[in-house]
T-cell receptor
């Protein structure tokens, strides 16, 4: 199984809502990532978890709160978002070491903030 | 800081042509380079990964080469098909910080029948 799954596919939320994005992989990878991608731009790294511990936070606003409950699951909790946070949110996973950090991406969640 | 540039930004070709997409990076101290494909509104699909000790990788009609000393990689697509239409991104990994991929802005490829 070389698949990273993400739910939901699409999400529309108001600025006062609280919602969560979910990502799952069963490849035995111990590093998981959240990226944000705006239209016609490359993905921007947000967070990296290694062995279920947060290892990188790219100065992301606190309205985005990541969580890694176990080695297969990664969540991104959203609260009080702004319209400019509308984007495609991508999850990825990789081994730690091994084949040099080859990252496998999920299909993304298209988020719209009204 | 590592900067990655992809040329051309867009390419439109008839079906059957052989294509070369270019990627250049400023810091040759990379650990590996990864080529991705992205369809509109979708996630990234990993096409090929070249480790720094390798010169090329092949998968089907795709061949990627790496020249670390000159800071360049090329993705060669043989006998292009309309289904190859997508944005192609290259990304380099320096190996010093887990997860730090430096992406180019991509080449948007259109192959018409």
């Amino acid at each position: 199984d070389t698949e990273v799954t993400q739910t939901p596919k699409h999400l529309v939320m108001g600025m006062t809502n609280k919602k969560s994005l979910k990502c799952e992989q069963h490849m035995g990878h111990r590093a998981m990532y959240w990226y944000k991608q705006k239209a016609k731009k490359p993905p921007e790294l947000m967070f990296v978890y290694s062995y279920e511990k947060l290892s990188i936070n790219e100065s992301v606003p606190s309205r985005f709160s990541p969580e890694c409950p176990n080695s297969s699951l990664l969540n991104l909790h959203l609260h009080a978002l702004q319209p400019e946070d509308s984007a495609l949110y991508l999850c990825a996973s990789s081994q730690v070491g091994g084949r040099g950090n080859e990252q496998f991406f999920g299909p993304g969640t298209r988020l719209t903030v009204l | 800081k590592q900067e990655v540039t992809q040329i051309p930004a867009a390419l439109s070709v008839p079906e059957g042509e052989n294509l070369v997409l270019n990627c250049s990076f400023t810091d040759s101290a990379i650990y590996n380079l990864q080529w991705f494909r992205q369809d509109p509104g979708k996630g990234l699909t990993s096409l090929l990964l070249i480790q720094s000790s390798q010169r090329e990788q092949t998968s089907g009609r795709l061949n990627a080469s790496l020249d670390k000393s000159s800071g360049r990689s090329t993705l060669y697509i043989a006998a292009s098909q309309p289904g190859d239409s997508a944005t192609y991104l290259c990304a380099v990994y320096r190996g010093s910080t887990l997860g730090r991929l430096y992406f180019g802005r991509g080449t948007q490829l259109t192959v018409w029948p």
